[in-house]
């Protein structure tokens, strides 16, 4: 009789533990996100070797996410932004201007359209309303497609015949970054995020076939994005097909 009921109170549990494990899932895989935000996109490559804060141009971003499980979010979203940089920028070691970057005298500037699908890994469930604080960062890594139209000249007289350039392109990056998600309320929530794209491409100053001695033709050029972002939470919950058929059982 004892080992009877221990069986019942042990079933009993296991279905509690897997009901609400398939309740959370469930209500994740029913909630999704529209949003916007806005920030900068920076450019780092021949004329910017390193991340310089004085690149930073103004970027907008539009984006939907939609959760497949408590930690696992897809999300496509949508960047505007503004490209440039400068040699005369660049820091040497005794503080001015290298010797190339001080022969060369060239500067870039453009425009960029970037469309991403990424996955985001959530390190907390921020949905989970019984949570006093509903937050959580994340991490992320997917696929973006870009289109950039950008301009690089030099005040340098005896290269302007070959180093004056301007044109557009497409392109293929892998966006990676991280971020983090506060629920302001049931529906409002709060983004801050940081990213980097790798572009596998030399060809966004146009520097990528010039005089080797003057470029580096190795070095592939990247952007990133980093920004604060709104969004609004629509949540669907499922109703089981028990009280679908009898819906007297909700009352």
């Known amino acids: 009789m004892a080992n009877l009921n221990f069986r019942i109170a042990l079933l009993a549990c296991l279905t509690q533990a897997g009901s609400a494990f398939f309740c959370t899932n469930s209500s994740a895989q029913n909630t999704s996100e529209v949003g916007i935000g806005i920030g900068a996109t920076n450019y780092r490559g021949e004329i910017s070797p390193n991340y310089q804060l004085q690149n930073n141009r103004p970027a907008f971003t539009a984006f939907y996410r939609k959760d497949v499980s408590v930690p696992i979010t897809l999300r496509g979203g949508v960047t505007v932004g503004f490209l440039r940089a400068a040699d005369d920028n660049v820091k040497g070691v005794n503080g001015g201007v290298p010797p190339l970057q001080s ?149």
């Open 103 to 251: 022969y060369r005298q060239t500067n870039t500037k453009g425009s960029l359209l970037e469309a991403s699908a990424v996955v985001e890994y959530n390190f907390m469930d921020y949905h989970y309303r019984t949570d006093k604080l509903h937050f959580t960062p994340y991490l992320f890594i997917g696929v973006a497609g870009f289109y950039a139209n950008t301009k690089t000249v030099t005040n340098n007289s005896a290269l302007s015949g070959s180093f004056n350039r301007e044109g557009s392109m497409l392109g293929i990056a892998i966006p990676a970054g991280v971020g983090f998600k506060y629920a302001l309320s049931e529906h409002i929530n709060l983004g801050l995020e940081v990213g980097v794209r790798k572009a596998f491409t030399d060809k966004l100053d146009h520097l990528m076939d010039q005089d080797p001695l003057l470029v580096n033709p190795n070095d592939q050029d990247w952007y990133y994005y980093s920004g604060i972002s709104l969004s609004y939470t629509f949540f669907k919950i499922r109703c089981p097909d028990q009280y679908k058929k009898g819906k007297r059982l909700l009352k």
